[in-house]
């Protein structure tokens, strides 16, 4: 199955080098939000996409909908990553009910 | 106070119910072991999954770097050029695995690191930047894929947990102490009938009796 890639420009360029199956790039502008989001619905219908890889950034705009597949994984970009450990952190404590620091 | 179930009350209600108690607290246990079982399994991959969230941000920022020296070096435009000559990676294979009755996905794929000449782009308009960007970007999906598996599995075990733990605390504090109640309630009734009954005949025996004296 193909692995997708979502983010910026610089990014896809970067996948694009490493051979990732196909990359699309959005910009900043609402419009380019709109078109992102209708290319995840049209990704996640589509039975060959094994993984979307998605930037934080990009995923902050569209919202992810919950789907079991394909694999949804949001990536750092250039900039690093916004949210480190923090969304690890959410699920265990919505699962455990308390946060664990270690 | 819990409340109780609409039910008759009469003994075989009660016999049907203190069997649907003892169902429901060995289903309990059930559920409460399976809860303990999917934590634990949940920590390992937990710990997996922060580690590999580091190494890919730590990849991610090499692979920025590399690529901005591959930039200096051979301009935008021809490094856009390069990237639409490569040859697509190799693809992956998902399969589903089973922890704890939990679907989870297994992604079978080979190392995305290839040999320079595998890639599909010249060499003679590149520089060897190019090449180390490549390499490390596609360091950066190896890690990114093993990531995904993980994080996927992580959240899915997290649903299964919440859900498992919404069961257990539901059997737990509302449907076994409203069974216990109803049954108590029922008991209690029973008790009750039968003294009617019993002080029903000790008033007619003694009604007859002074009849025929």
């Known amino acids: ?102 | 106070m819990p409340e109780i179930l609409k039910v008759k009350p009469t003994r075989m209600e009660l016999l049907k119910l203190k069997r649907r108690i003892k169902l429901a607290q060995k289903g309990h246990k059930l559920l409460k072991e399976k809860q303990d079982a999917l934590i634990m399994e949940f920590f390992t991959i937990y710990d997996e999954a922060l580690s590999l969230r580091k190494e890919l941000a730590q990849k991610m920022e090499e692979a920025f770097a590399a690529l901005r020296l591959a930039e200096i070096d051979v301009g935008l435009l021809k490094l856009k050029e390069v990237a639409l000559g490569v040859k697509p990676n190799n693809e992956i294979t998902i399969r589903k695995r089973n922890i704890m009755g939990v679907p989870v996905p297994l992604i079978e794929a080979e190392s995305f690191k290839r040999k320079p000449d595998e890639r599909g782009y010249p060499f003679v308009s590149t520089s060897s930047r190019v090449d180390i960007a490549a390499q490390k970007f596609e360091e950066v999906l190896d890690v990114a894929v093993r990531l995904a598996e993980v994080e996927e599995t992580l959240k899915r075990l997290a649903r299964e947990i919440e859900k498992t733990k919404r069961r257990v605390n539901a059997l737990e504090y509302i449907i076994i102490p409203r069974m216990e109640a109803t049954v108590k309630f029922i008991s209690q009734r029973l008790d009750e009938i039968e003294r009617e009954n019993f002080f029903r005949l000790k008033r007619v025996k003694a009604l007859l009796e002074a009849r025929h004296a």
């Open chain 1, 1 to 102: 199955m193909k692995i997708v890639l979502m983010g910026d420009m610089d990014t896809v360029l970067g996948f694009k080098l490493a051979g990732v199956h196909e990359a699309y790039s959005f910009g900043e502008t609402s419009l380019e939000t709109e078109r992102a989001k209708n290319k995840l619905k049209e990704l996640i219908e589509r039975e060959d996409v094994g993984i979307i890889l998605i930037t934080e950034r990009l995923a902050e705009r569209v919202e992810i909908p919950e789907v079991k597949f394909p694999i949804i994984l949001q990536i750092p970009d250039k900039f690093g990553s916004i949210y480190g450990e923090a969304q690890l952190r959410e699920i265990v404590r919505k699962a455990i009910g308390v946060e664990i620091k270690r």
